[in-house]
C-alpha cells in the first residue's frame, strides 16, 4: 500500500467526521435557539395577558 493513499484515506476520513461533527453541532445550536424563541414567544404572551387582564379591571 502507497503512503499516497493512507494520505488520501486519512484525509477522507477527517473531512467525514468533520462534516458530521458540523452537523451535530448545528443540530444542537438550533435547538438551542428554538428553545429561547419559545421562551421568550411564551413571555411576549404572558405580558399581552397581564396588560388585558389590567385594562379589564
Request: glycine share 8%; charged share 25%.
Amino acid at each position: 500500500m502507497k503512503m499516497s493513499n493512507v494520505a488520501k484515506g486519512a484525509a477522507v476520513g477527517l473531512a467525514a467526521g468533520a462534516a458530521v461533527y458540523m452537523a451535530t453541532n448545528a443540530k444542537k445550536s438550533k435547538t438551542r435557539m428554538m428553545k429561547k424563541k419559545a421562551g421568550q414567544a411564551i413571555k411576549a404572551v404572558g405580558s399581552v395577558v397581564d396588560d388585558l387582564s389590567y385594562l379589564m379591571k
